[in-house]
């Protein structure tokens, strides 16, 4: 086979998390070749919306400070939010979050997917060392100790000291590398769509839980709201099809009023919900990234976080083995990554899923539980705060480059 080149790391995936970990590697000196399906959009129509949102928290913020885009991403669009209720039924067990209690400007960002992408992709473009390879068919795959190689349908090669997949929840990597999977399907459809608010957003991200999934509010530009709506698929279903008005009913009406009606704004869609997460992050010569090696629960926004908490795990092993002369494919350094990662997703996915089983049981004596539980934390300030900091992307040990000053922001 003919050669496409030899690199220090492949990053298969050029989305979030894989644009983000290609940046920093680059930056970190390493020559970098980074595949995706095709160049993404770096502009786009005024007026209109990505139907597919993050709510990123301050550690995702500090990472994407500090690979340099974040000043970009604020002149492309994000939107902080200050405050955040959660509730089950309006005027019992309600739950009030607030920045200016912890002494934060804000609890987190909304952005646009397209903002973030655009954003990394601008940057890669005026980085040296990365060589972008799109439309790529991959066929092939060996890996080693000492490298490994990718074969693409038009029969040429590439080498890299390390692959890293980061093509998300069907991995292509993942499949040809063998790992496993524990996984299920949660039965439920996600309706994503984005809506104008009649009484504006307020800076304020809501979400109710009902039995059938929850419903999430969240807040973009002055009175606009993504909204995520999770039901059974046929509710899903019915929910797409119907006519603007009659969604415009439903939504009102299943978000309480709390903001007043809720006009649609362009399109609505629909995707299945599965919680899924890799045997193993690692071989040797490959690590699994975000989406490829973990999926979760949409309902507390952290999927996106998680993918880049271990982007920044894995640039930070891998310039602590390049310190120490160690190969970026073996599996001894490989696994401080998988370590580092595991275990923190592990208990975030399988909290996510207990919230989605607990809320989701009609039992009127575990309705009444959950009610009295969410206003006791309500009123319990120390308690109330804890799940402020937890929200924010705190209270936990953070790689480097989730840190404040781990880089320049330019």
């Known amino acids: 086979m003919s ?25 970190a000196g390493l020559r970098v070749a980074l595949l995706e399906r ?7 129509p005024e007026g209109s919306h990505d139907l597919r949102v ?15 885009v974040w000043t970009r991403m604020r002149e492309l669009g994000i939107t902080p939010y200050e405050h955040m209720r959660v509730w089950e039924r309006r005027g019992i067990g309600e739950i009030a ?21 655009a954003a990394l992709w601008r940057a890669l473009a005026a980085q040296d060392g990365v060589t972008p390879l799109f439309g790529r068919t991959i066929e ?6 000492q490298g490994a190689s990718l074969g693409f349908a038009d029969g040429e090669s590439l080498r890299a000291a390390l692959l890293v997949g980061a093509d998300g929840a069907r991995s292509r990597l993942r499949e040809l590398a063998g790992i496993g999977l524990s996984a299920r399907d949660y039965d439920q459809h996600a309706l994503v769509a984005t809506v104008r608010a009649e009484q504006g957003n307020g800076a304020t991200a809501w979400q109710r839980f009902m039995p059938g999934g929850p419903l999430a509010l969240l807040p973009l530009r002055r009175d606009l709201f993504s909204i995520v709506w999770s039901a059974d698929p046929a509710q899903a279903a019915d929910l797409r099809q119907a006519a603007p008005e009659a969604f415009e009913e439903r939504l009102t009406r299943a978000s309480e009023g709390v903001r007043g009606r809720l006009r649609l704004q362009g399109g609505r869609a629909v995707f299945p919900l599965r919680l ?3 045997n193993h992050y690692v071989q040797p010569g490959l690590a699994l990234l975000g989406d490829a090696a973990h999926v979760i629960h949409p309902l507390a926004g952290q999927g996106v976080n998680l993918g880049l908490l271990d982007a920044a795990a894995l640039l930070d092993v891998l310039q602590q083995a390049r310190a120490n002369s160690q190969s970026p494919g073996s599996l001894a350094v490989l696994r401080r990554y998988e370590r580092a990662r595991k275990g923190h997703n592990l208990a975030v996915q399988l909290a996510m899923d207990g919230f989605k089983h607990l809320f989701g049981n ?12 969410m206003g006791l934390a309500g009123r319990i ?5 804890q799940f402020e900091r937890v929200a924010l992307g705190q209270g936990m040990e953070l790689p480097p480059l989730a840190r404040p000053g781990a880089a320049g922001d330019c």
């Open 38 to 44: 095709a160049e993404p959009a770096l502009e786009w």
């Open 3 to 27: 050669g496409a080149g030899e690199y220090d790391i492949a990053v298969v995936g050029g989305g979030m998390v894989g644009a983000s970990f290609a940046l920093g590697a680059a930056r």
């Open 54 to 68: 993050s709510a990123l928290t301050r550690a995702s913020q500090r990472i994407l400070e500090n690979l340099g």
């Open 276 to 278: 899924q997460h890799a």
């Open 140 to 145: 092939a795959l060996e890996t080693g100790a």
């Open 362 to 373: 009609p039992n009127p004596l575990l309705a009444l539980g959950r009610n009295l539980g």
């Open 381 to 385: 300030g120390p308690l109330r705060r």
């Open 97 to 117: 979050f607030d920045a200016d209690e912890i002494g934060e400007p804000d609890l987190g960002h909304i952005v646009e997917n397209r903002v973030i992408v």
